[in-house]
């Protein structure tokens, strides 16, 4: 399922969860009103439960079930063509920062190092580098991307795949990872290098711009998308593609990161993990390219969909 957050082109709506019909890279023309098909077929004890993707996450397996026969049982009336809608961020707001992945593809890794003038290390990582975004990073999948011009002159993007979690757990082996996903989605970690990169490497602020993170432009359902590792990932600015690569290229795939995480902290139901991003970034460009206010970025990931983000003045 392709499991959505919305409110319809009235902007006093209240943000609702929807799914959206098709499957894989299928056309997409409608989207099922889950709270309104709830009161419509006079399921009484339905509406609480579809407040938030978040409460639908911690309803486990039996909420998803649940949806599924709402959906398809839903009256017409229930529906909406999407342009009659406006898609928000999956998930709007997460309990915690979003978990992210630093060079986790070789080549943007060998990028990186090419472009600050150092030496690769010899060998390869032997576990994942860990950062974190803040939760007011997050934005819509066709929202504007602020650029503040006091806080940064090089705003750079990072398409990358993630991973929602859906049943937490702390300790969780490789073996077991994938049973912990509840879906994916497509990211951007917009990121400001000059501020990533002041003394003393300030990724959390470089990383934690206010609208810095799009999300969606749904959530995938794990049942839907059963192998994360064979996804190809594209990124266009203006219409240039910047970035193609494939997920099979991870350094550390979805199951060892969800362990390695695991290993230190309890991972919760909706917790937002990033995993990293191909090569391609505008740092490591020669010369380097930055976005600028009239920018536009799309990422576009097989099987989930395509965020599309316009970078504004802030």
């Known amino acids: 399922m392709r499991m959505a ?13 929807g799914i959206v019909s098709g499957t894989g890279d299928a056309p997409v023309e409608r989207l ?37 026969a709402l959906a398809a049982n839903a009256p017409a009336e229930a529906s909406y063509m999407l342009d009659e809608i406006e898609l928000l961020a999956p ?33 390869a990582p032997v ?15 066709y929202a504007d991307i602020p650029l503040d011009a006091h806080v940064t002159s090089q705003l750079d993007w990072e398409g990358e795949l993630a991973v929602i979690i859906g049943q937490g757990g702390r300790h969780i082996p490789r073996a077991q990872a994938l049973a912990h996903v509840w879906g994916y989605t497509v990211a951007n970690d917009v990121t400001a290098r000059d501020v990533q990169n002041r003394s003393g490497m300030q990724w959390f602020l470089g990383k934690s711009l206010d609208g810095s993170c799009p999300l969606g432009p749904w959530i995938v359902t794990a049942d839907e998308l059963v192998d994360p590792q064979r996804l190809r990932l594209t990124t266009y600015v203006n219409g240039a593609m910047k970035q193609a690569g494939t997920t099979a290229d991870m350094i550390f795939d ?61």
């Open 91 to 123: 998930i709007l707001r997460p309990r915690k920062n979003v978990f992210c992945v630093g060079r986790n593809y070789a080549e943007h890794a060998a990028e990186s190092y090419r472009a600050k003038g150092e030496a690769a290390p010899a060998a």
């Open 127 to 141: 576990s994942p580098n860990f950062f974190t975004k803040a939760p007011t990073a997050v934005n819509g999948p």
């Open 5 to 17: 957050t919305f409110r319809d082109r009235n902007m006093e709506q209240k943000p609702r969860l």
């Open 254 to 314: 979805v199951a060892a990161i969800i362990e390695a995480l695991s290993a230190v902290l309890t991972l919760e139901p909706g917790d937002i993990i990033a995993t990293g991003t191909p090569s391609g970034v505008g740092f490591a460009r020669t010369p380097p390219e930055f976005l600028h206010p009239g920018d536009v970025v799309e990422v576009n990931i097989e099987g989930i969909g395509t965020i599309r983000n316009r970078v504004v003045e802030a």
């Open 32 to 68: 099922i009103d889950l709270p309104h098909a709830a009161a419509l077929m006079g399921s009484a004890d339905e509406p609480h439960q579809l407040t938030d993707m978040l409460t639908l996450i911690a309803s486990g397996p039996a909420g998803l079930a649940r949806v599924a």
